[in-house]
């Protein structure tokens, strides 16, 4: 669900003409709905009402300060994998105790920023990450939370790039090694157990896979405890899916997911910790470029675009499909032509769709690509020397350029020439 509706024969964001933003801002540029950042959040809350659960939004997702100063404001908790999120978390206001730490190569020096702030949880992924974090923590007189990533070797189901849970995954100690982690952990005497963790891959439409997982964190659970481990939680990472197309495939409600999660840990005692990223923010953001030109090609159709593979990755990284939406509305009984959509970057593999029915564009129409506002902005780059475009927060009536374009000249000048030249 989002508020990116037709009204009046144009696209808006919440009660914000998509056209005017794009008269005043220039395109391209991100749009984000406050309001559907603000239900998602609140839908995955309200799934777990009544138990100790804490959304941990993971911020790799869209870590714009705006929209993670709103998602601070509903008492959610944040899912960092670097020190640089860390400091993103601090400044948007989230509390230090509802930060947990994820990542396979975390440095002495994140490490210690975490430490000193005093953050929930680090989410360790191997033996000597734990005892490099045991290290710091002993340097610094502190013992650190730590809970195990646990590699559940689970086959998630979609595309094999943002899959994590399986044994050949670089991510997390296989189930069956755990409690020997666990036992080294006894010997690491700045460590202190807090809980077990897992996260087993992205844009999950099933929730067999999540449901296979959760029970072997489960036994492994009750077997932790029974050697005298005290794990206060279970996270269970993020990953469930959203729905990029309007076809049958509905990824579960977070309800059906909630009610599944009580079903597998609901009498182990713990507080649930999720990590979820897409489902928060992807439907709650939209890319609008405009036509360049149409190019009648051989047997092929090119409506060229503005919009680089620099500013949404996904099509070429992961052969994502992203709905493609003209800003004015198709009138009734409207023609369609088969199109590529592709942007002026030189690569073949700069495009948004390939092959796809579209309504028919012209030179200078806006279009949007919808569900753009998880992994995103946060991937986009300045390959070609393309300016970073903006991007901007509409709530209800009003709307804010929440992050300014990336000027041409602000990108050269930080190169630096040496007088030896
Ligand atoms: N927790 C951990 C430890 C993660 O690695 C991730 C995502 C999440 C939570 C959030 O997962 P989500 O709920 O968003 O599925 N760039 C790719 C997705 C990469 C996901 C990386 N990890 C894409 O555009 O599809």
Known sequence: MHYFDYKNGELYAE?????????????????????????????????????????????????????????????????????????????????????????????????????????????????????????????????????????????????????????????????????????????????????????????????????????????????????GHKIQHVDFGGGLGVPYKNDNDIPPHPDEYAAMINRVAGDLGVKYIFEPGRMIAANAGILVGEVEFVKHGDGRDFVITDIGMNDLIRPTLYDAYHDIKPISEPQNGFETRIVDVVGPICETADYMAKGRELPIFKQGDLLAVMSAGAYGAVAANTYNTRALIPEVLVDNDRFAVVRKRLEVEEIIALDIVPDWI
């Open 15 to 227: 009660n914000v003409s998509l056209r005017d933003i794009a008269a005043q801002v220039g395109t391209p540029f991100y749009c984000y709905s406050a309001a559907t950042i603000r239900r998602h959040i609140k839908m995955f809350q309200d799934s777990f009402k009544g138990r100790d659960a804490l959304v941990c939004y993971a911020m790799k997702a869209n870590s714009n300060q705006a929209v993670l100063t709103l998602i601070a404001k509903m008492g959610a908790g944040v899912d960092v994998v670097s020190g640089g999120e860390i400091s993103r978390a601090i400044k948007a206001g989230f509390p230090v105790s509802k930060i947990v730490y994820s990542g396979v190569a975390k440095t002495s020096a994140e490490i210690r920023q975490g430490l000193e702030l005093g953050i929930h949880c680090f989410n360790a992924e191997s033996e000597p990450e734990l005892e490099r974090i045991n290290q710091v923590a002993g340097q610094m007189g502190v013992k650190a939370p730590v809970s195990v990533r646990v590699n559940p070797d689970v086959d998630g189901g979609g595309h094999e790039k943002i899959m994590t849970g399986k044994s050949e995954n670089k991510f997390g100690i296989p189930w069956q090694k755990v409690d020997k982690v666990y036992e080294l952990i006894a010997t690491l005497q700045n460590l202190e157990v807090v809980g077990i963790d897992l996260h087993i891959g992205s844009q999950i439409t099933d929730l067999k896979p999540f449901s296979e997982a959760f029970e072997r964190i489960g036994s492994l659970v009750a077997k932790l405890r029974g050697v």
